[in-house]
């Protein structure tokens, strides 16, 4: 913890009047728990086109698929070409993420609808597909305009194949990602990857942990989550704003994944609601150099940091950024983290976890019974 490099900066907080309330109800405690120790940290869920899964990326640096309860949990794909014994799947979380930069770390999921092709954003290896077969994946591009990809966090893909995805930080990878979010670190970038010539422009640089992103339902604009501040942005990419970014929504805490549904709204998973001491030191730099130096353990610092204690909360948006749900676990007995929610055709929300050994799924069609 003691980094004699790190340099803390200022991170701007909303004030109270652009907060709201949660969900006083916690509904997310009714939340079943699937695949429970069947993988560790499944962040990312995504079904192929034909319906099957869902494949997600997991600790040891494996993307599975779920086959059905006859066959249960299958290895579909891999990342790192440098996988040996080290790479265990039976390995504590402490121990896993030591290895993480040799095994891999998948982490954003999306498929092509038309190839049938798995898109992968790999914390370590850049970004990545493999063929509908799986297997070893293929590195598609490992730097931006003559800087490496340091922490490849996710994506999306467009009609044409374009391929929209985030690069946390130029500095620290993903097993420092809190001394990033204690730092406000603003090296993150938006990159956009054309097939067709192979580039890998810069969208968006100066960024405080960018997150996850999300194409609208008409490909007008990209929607990015950015961790540190806690906000959504909107970057256009079509129209007289073309080109520009601007605020779309101040969020209750630090955003991991976006994804959007059929209806063209946007679902947020957050990681932890913001504290009194992430408020206040945002505003204040030097504390949080002073965080680092309390003669308490790491992971203490990191839970005073986020809160004290895990709980879960995703919210709903609009393609307006205006909020339309929120669903929490006040109490962190069935979701006390959250990094992706998804909803599918089902009226099921499947909600993933870079540090749970399990997925979350929520009905949506009982809530909306029950109003």
């Given at each position: 913890?003691?980094?004699?490099?790190?340099?803390?900066q200022y991170?701007q907080?909303?004030?109270?009047?652009?907060m709201f309330s949660?969900?006083?109800?916690s509904?997310?405690?009714?939340?079943q728990k699937r695949?429970?120790?069947d993988?560790s940290?499944?962040e990312?869920?995504?079904?192929d086109p034909?319906?099957r899964?869902?494949?997600?990326?997991?600790?040891?640096g494996r993307?599975?698929?779920?086959d059905?309860l006859?066959?249960?949990?299958?290895?579909?794909?891999?990342?790192s070409?440098n996988?040996s014994?080290i790479c265990s799947?039976t390995?504590p979380?402490?121990?896993?993420?030591e290895?993480?930069?040799i095994c891999g770390?998948?982490?954003?999921l999306?498929?092509d609808?038309?190839t049938?092709e798995?898109?992968?954003?790999?914390?370590y290896?850049?970004?990545?597909?493999v063929g509908?077969?799986?297997?070893?994946?293929?590195?598609i591009?490992?730097?931006?305009?003559?800087i490496p990809?340091?922490?490849t966090n996710?994506?999306d893909?467009?009609?044409?194949?374009?391929?929209?995805?985030?690069?946390?930080?130029?500095?620290y990878?993903?097993r420092?990602f809190?001394l990033?979010?204690?730092?406000?670190?603003?090296s993150?970038?938006?990159l956009?990857?054309?097939p067709v010539?192979k580039?890998?422009?810069?969208?968006?640089?100066?960024?405080?942990?960018?997150?996850?992103?999300?194409?609208s339902k008409?490909?007008?604009f990209?929607?990015i989550?950015?961790?540190?501040p806690g906000?959504?942005?909107?970057?256009?990419?079509?129209g007289p704003?073309?080109?520009?970014?601007?605020?779309?929504?101040?969020l209750?805490?630090?955003?991991d994944?976006?994804?959007?549904?059929?209806?063209?709204e946007?679902w947020?998973?957050?990681?932890?609601?913001?504290?009194?001491?992430s408020?206040?030191?945002?505003t204040?730099?030097?504390l949080?150099?002073w965080f680092?130096?309390?003669?308490?353990?790491?992971?203490?610092?990191y839970?005073?940091?986020?809160?004290?204690?895990?709980?879960?909360?995703?919210?709903?948006?609009?393609?307006?950024g205006?909020?339309?749900?929120?669903l929490?676990d006040?109490?962190?007995?069935v979701?006390?983290?959250?990094?992706?929610?998804?909803e599918e055709?089902?009226?099921?929300?499947?909600?993933g976890?870079?540090?749970?050994?399990?997925?979350?799924?929520y009905?949506?069609?009982?809530?909306?019974?029950?109003?």
């Amino acid at each position: 913890a003691n980094d004699s490099n790190f340099q803390a900066q200022y991170v701007q907080q909303p004030s109270r009047s652009q907060m709201f309330s949660g969900d006083q109800d916690s509904k997310l405690q009714v939340s079943q728990k699937r695949f429970l120790n069947d993988g560790s940290g499944p962040e990312s869920l995504v079904f192929d086109p034909m319906g099957r899964g869902p494949y997600t990326g997991v600790a040891d640096g494996r993307i599975v698929r779920w086959d059905g309860l006859e066959n249960g949990w299958s290895e579909f794909a891999t990342t790192s070409p440098n996988r040996s014994e080290i790479c265990s799947s039976t390995k504590p979380y402490s121990k896993v993420i030591e290895t993480e930069h040799i095994c891999g770390r998948p982490l954003g999921l999306r498929f092509d609808a038309t190839t049938s092709e798995l898109y992968i954003a790999d914390a370590y290896f850049g970004l990545l597909k493999v063929g509908p077969e799986g297997g070893q994946a293929a590195p598609i591009t490992t730097q931006a305009e003559g800087i490496p990809l340091t922490f490849t966090n996710d994506l999306d893909i467009s009609a044409d194949g374009t391929i929209y995805f985030t690069d946390s930080s130029a500095k620290y990878q993903r097993r420092n990602f809190f001394l990033l979010v204690l730092s406000g670190d603003d090296s993150g970038r938006v990159l956009k990857y054309d097939p067709v010539t192979k580039d890998t422009k810069v969208l968006i640089r100066g960024l405080q942990f960018p997150n996850g992103v999300a194409l609208s339902k008409d490909e007008s604009f990209l929607v990015i989550a950015e961790s540190v501040p806690g906000r959504l942005l909107r970057h256009w990419l079509k129209g007289p704003k073309a080109g520009s970014t601007e605020l779309m929504a101040i969020l209750p805490g630090h955003p991991d994944n976006v994804r959007r549904n059929d209806k063209g709204e946007f679902w947020i998973a957050l990681h932890c609601r913001r504290s009194l001491p992430s408020r206040i030191s945002g505003t204040f730099p030097a504390l949080r150099r002073w965080f680092l130096k309390l003669p308490i353990p790491f992971k203490q610092v990191y839970r005073l940091f986020n809160g004290g204690y895990p709980h879960g909360m995703v919210v709903r948006y609009s393609d307006e950024g205006q909020l339309l749900q929120v669903l929490e676990d006040e109490e962190g007995k069935v979701v006390k983290f959250a990094s992706q929610v998804s909803e599918e055709k089902d009226g099921q929300l499947w909600i993933g976890s870079v540090l749970l050994p399990y997925i979350a799924v929520y009905d949506l069609t009982a809530l909306q019974n029950n109003i």
